[in-house]
């Protein structure tokens, strides 16, 4: 019986080596190791033999039976090895394989227009500067000629920042304080241009965001005239649009702008657009600065990088430009 049972092991010991997938070895488990099994028929036969021999056969029953559990437990280790390693492998990323160029990615459209915006300036002789997101008072309003309660802090609904007394850090409402940053910082000539994301308390739709982004020129220097101004704007529309395009200003308001005015592009098809707003440095804002209004004058422009890209490239709803959908981004 000993010899039977140590030939059943064996046999089961291989059987449970060679079981190929998870569910061969759930069978063979059943069958090897079940109330049904071999070499468990042969623990309701212990009975038929008496006390020496019954202890005998029994130790080699249990000897058998343990040697099959270690079989069925280290094929089972190994099936669950390779499965996980298949896994794994089903899953990979591999972040240093490179994708073929046509489906490589690329750089944001808002991206892509704020850097050829800051070419093209560059190319007529401006620096590019930036600032913080979160400002003080003083830099998003006060120094731009808004003091408290002035009717135009009105025009922009503005998100607060809990840090000090209250409303006195915001999220940046346009890129203007850059403005102020430089006249502080840098003495004149300044020729700059200033890109960046800026922050409104508005509801979105197909013309408006929350959170967009602006690029506003500044100039200061001796002898700045309106005649400079409307210069650079048509300089900046022909380098920029192509030479089929041309500008036009119109009068406007801007408390920290005087006189001030609305600047359109007119399209080769005859058709105005507004692109967005400009005109001389209020004195106040360069005494603010510590300019002398006397010695020194400028103009400051400023306008919409979404609303531009939507423009250029035929976008009718800015909620479109600030999608995560790929099909809209592996068009630009």
């Known amino acids: 019986m000993i010899d039977e049972i140590d030939r059943i092991a064996a046999d089961a010991t291989t059987r ?6 998870l569910e061969d070895w759930r069978a063979l488990d059943v069958e090897l190791n079940g109330k049904k099994s071999t070499l468990g028929g042969f623990k309701r036969r212990l ?11 029994g130790a080699a029953l249990n000897r058998a039976q343990e040697q099959v559990r270690a079989a069925l437990a280290a094929r089972r280790a190994e099936l669950d090895a390779a499965a996980r390693h298949a896994q794994l492998a089903a899953e990979r990323l591999d972040l240093t394989e490179l994708r073929p160029p046509h489906q490589a990615g690329h750089l944001h459209l808002v991206t892509q227009t704020m850097e050829r915006l800051e070419d093209v300036f560059v190319g007529m002789g401006f620096t590019v500067a930036e600032g913080p997101e979160v400002e003080d008072d003083w830099h998003n309003f006060t120094a731009l000629n808004l003091p408290a309660h002035h009717p135009a802090r009105d025009m922009q609904d503005t998100f607060f920042v809990e840090l000090g007394e209250l409303g006195d850090v915001v999220m940046r409402t346009h890129t203007s304080p850059v403005q102020i940053r430089v006249m502080e910082t840098e003495p004149p000539p300044i020729y700059s241009v200033m890109p960046g994301r800026v ?3 508005e509801t979105a739709d197909a013309t408006h965001l929350a959170v967009f982004h602006q690029i506003e020129g500044l100039v200061v220097d001796r002898g700045i005239t309106f005649a400079h101004l409307a210069g650079t704007i048509d300089t900046f529309t022909k380098a920029y649009f192509g030479e089929g395009f041309s500008s036009r200003l119109r009068p406007s308001y801007f408390p920290f702008t005087e006189p001030s005015a ?9 058709s105005w657009l507004e692109l967005g707003g400009c005109g001389m440095v209020n004195p106040n804002v360069l005494r603010n600065c510590g300019l002398d209004p006397e010695e020194w004058s400028g103009f400051a422009f400023g306008f919409g990088l979404d609303r531009l890209a939507g423009m250029r490239h035929g976008v009718p709803d800015l909620r479109e430009i600030m999608s995560v959908d790929i099909r809209f981004l592996a068009q630009f």
């Open 16 to 21: 449970a080596e060679a079981a190929a997938t």
């Open 199 to 201: 922050y409104r308390q």
């Open 47 to 57: 009975g038929e033999l008496d006390p020496d021999e019954r202890r005998t056969v």
């Open 262 to 270: 609305e600047f359109d592009i007119q399209r080769p098809d005859g």
